[in-house]
């Protein structure tokens, strides 16, 4: 069904064309009915979340509506206290194996040098 899964990236953001374009390579599906399944899934999930469910992907994570009580914040220019309205927010909680396999991949950090002197 296409290339096997492999590690990318090098820390940079991918956008919705470029995710589009890696699925299109590793299916060989067309690039419009790829970008038309990307679309519909972001629409789909999107509706639904504003409709209050939550959308959990087994093993990927969950997107779900988060509500944010009213709070009392502080103009930072004139110290004055405001009143920040309550709202509801998209959240997404990554599952345990996403998470896990995140974890494993975390790059080394580099070895630091000793300079003789």
Known sequence: ?????RPRGKGKTVNKREMVERIVER?????TVVAEIVDAFIDETSDAVIGG????LSGFGTFY???RAQRTARNIWTGESVT???????AFRAGKPFRDEVGRRR??????SKAKR
Do not use: E, I, S
């Open 27 to 31: 299916t060989d599906y067309p690039l």
């Open 84 to 90: 920040v309205r309550a709202r509801d927010l998209p």
């Open 53 to 56: 469910d939550r959308v959990t």
């Open 65 to 67: 509506r988060q509500a």
């Open 107 to 112: 790059r080394k950090p580099a070895a630091k």
């Open 1 to 5: 069904m296409g290339a096997a899964r």
